[in-house]
């Protein structure tokens, strides 16, 4: 598409729920990174696909959060037993091509995943 | 490693006036540096980026940033504030794939 989609746009749920944010990235794009941004940070990193594979994963908090990307396109980031705590907007973001590409580090982002956790 | 750190959490300034969203960044290696921007209910958008090329980096919308070593800054300005450059900042640094952000710095612009 002609740019990267988040659905839903904002989700409420309560206390303990799973929750599942989907990314579609630019058509063509290898790299996707999820960010985390609560209210009044800047987003912070939380995973990066190069491809199918997580390049990196350090930035998941706890074994709650997984994501992943089975085809190399769409991604699904994964919360288990929601806490308060985890409410923020949850953005996505793709590049043409990872580490030493000409297109390196030239994210473009989603508008984000509200979810708020009750 | 890499951290950047915004000086000002908010910048107020009158229409017509110069914007200047301020900087410092810190990194073991020679860094890329970006800003980018972020107005309410939209998703984040490259202002420029800075690769090492020359100091002094144009972006959109009339903004630009200077890259000075001896100063580990990366300052933004823009000669003359318009009311639509009213929004969240952003610096950035990165010398691998992954961005770390900055805490923001929250232009007003006033008529």
């Known amino acids: 598409g002609a740019g990267v989609s988040q659905t839903p746009s904002n989700k409420v749920t309560e206390k303990g729920k799973y929750v599942e944010l989907r990314c579609d990235p630019i058509s063509g794009h290898t790299a996707l990174y999820w960010y985390r941004q609560s209210l009044g940070q800047g987003p912070e990193f939380l995973i990066y696909?190069?491809?199918?594979?997580?390049?990196?994963d350090s930035g998941l908090p706890n074994d709650r959060f997984f994501a992943v990307r089975p085809e190399g396109s769409v991604s699904t980031l994964k919360i288990q037993r929601t806490e308060r705590g985890d409410s923020a907007v949850y953005l996505c973001?793709?590049?043409?091509?990872?580490?030493?590409?000409?297109?390196?580090?030239?994210?473009?982002f989603g508008a984000g995943s509200r979810l708020t956790v009750l | 490693a890499q951290s950047v750190t915004q000086l000002d959490s908010h910048v107020s300034v009158s229409e017509g006036t110069p914007v200047l969203l301020r900087c410092n960044y810190s990194?073991?290696?020679?860094?890329?540096l970006f800003w980018y921007v972020q107005h309410p209910n939209k998703g984040l958008q490259l202002l420029l980026k800075?690769?090492?090329?020359?100091?002094l980096v144009k972006g959109i919308n009339g903004f630009e940033a200077e890259f000075k070593k001896s100063e580990t800054s990366f300052h933004l300005t823009k000669p003359s504030a318009h009311m639509s450059d009213a929004a969240e900042y952003f610096c950035v640094v990165s010398n691998t794939d992954k961005l770390i952000f900055g805490t923001g710095t929250r232009l007003q612009v006033f008529p």
């Open positions: 990194s073991s290696y020679s860094p890329s």
């Open positions: 696909f190069q491809g199918t594979g997580a390049a990196d």
């Open positions: 800075y690769t090492s090329a020359a100091t």
């Open positions: 973001a793709s590049s043409p091509s990872g580490a030493g590409g000409s297109g390196a580090n030239v994210l473009t």
